[in-house]
């Protein structure tokens, strides 16, 4: 089995690395001060930053994955995550930089709820952020500023003044995602048809539907990525959220059963519906009318 560094605060890690504590709510480590280090599997009861060296070569785990880290790399870690590379006992030398800080740090900022719209820390590993070395050289000097920060007294302005770097580089990696979807633009559009793809396989195969309607989260899995990520790539090609295609998609799939013949009830359990009083309101709230209404303007055009 595995052994698990568990890291409840941000000074479990610099206990692991030998780096001093200089806040108990976070720590910035310069990898080429600490180095050599041993690896560590870590849980995480934290968030944590953690950008490359020029000189790293590392084989990381994140979740149940697996990802080169080469340069120009930033993976952001969120509580109750697992990643890293498990402790052999070998020290290696590392160079770039983490920032690990406890949530608590957040309290009574703006940040404290905002971050759970950077949908990035829900990533998978394959879906790290890819910086230019212009990009990197802005994180890295924010990161510095940040890390002098912490040599100051602490006083009543500390916490939000390090809360504010924090919120800077976060937003600054969301510009750099938004490039990287921008610049991906063949890859993103190959996403979007092997989603349609699949969402076209999932209502021709009856014995599928059996296990309910699916989520983002189902079809993410089919495609092998992070529902966050899904969804983020289906907005920037389309400008909808993933969900609400599938829901196009169902409504669709259900004007055609009801123009077959089958009625409301029947449609709803055979696309997986538990009860039809749920597909009726999806279905009026995506056309504007209910399944009865929609059969009895189709039979008025008819015998017109």
Same mark, same amino acid.
């Given at each position: ?50 950008? $490359? ?64 719209? #950077?949908? #990035? ?59 990287? #979807? ?36 189902? #079809? ?56 039809? $009083? ?27």
């Amino acid at each position: 089995m595995s052994k698990i560094l568990k890291i409840n605060t941000p000074s479990d890690y610099n206990a692991w690395v030998g780096k001093p504590d200089s806040h108990k709510l976070i720590s910035v480590i310069d990898y080429s001060e600490v180095s050599p280090v041993r690896y560590s599997l870590n849980q995480y009861d934290v968030y944590g930053l953690f950008l $490359q060296g020029k000189e790293m070569d590392m084989d990381l785990v994140y979740g149940t994955g697996k990802y080169d880290y080469s340069e120009g790399t930033l993976i952001c870690v969120a509580p109750g995550q697992l990643g890293g590379k498990e402790d052999t006992g070998e020290l290696f030398n590392l160079s770039g930089w983490a920032v690990l800080f406890h949530p608590d740090l957040l309290q009574g900022t703006g940040l404290e709820n905002e971050i759970k719209n #950077f949908s #990035f820390f829900d990533y998978r590993i394959n879906e790290a952020l890819h910086m230019s070395e212009e990009e990197r050289d802005v994180i890295v000097s924010i990161i510095r500023q940040l890390d002098n920060e912490l040599k100051f007294p602490s006083d009543e302005m500390q916490n939000r003044i390090i809360a504010g770097f924090i919120n800077l580089i976060l937003r600054y990696a969301q510009r750099f995602y938004n490039r990287q #979807f921008i610049s991906r633009t063949i890859v993103n559009n190959n996403i979007l048809s092997r989603f349609e793809e699949s969402l076209k396989q999932h209502f021709n195969d009856d014995t599928k539907l059996a296990g309910g309607v699916p989520t983002v989260q189902y #079809f993410a899995d089919r495609l092998n990525m992070s529902a966050s990520y899904l969804s983020d790539v289906i907005r920037k090609v389309t400008g909808e959220t993933a969900g609400n295609l599938i829901r196009q998609h169902i409504v669709q799939v259900a004007k055609n059963r009801l123009a077959g013949g089958m009625n409301s009830s029947e449609v709803a359990y055979s696309l997986g519906f538990e009860y039809p $009083q749920h597909f009726a309101r999806m279905f009026k709230k995506i056309t504007g009318m209910t399944p009865t209404q929609y059969v009895a303007g189709k039979h008025d055009k008819k015998s017109r």
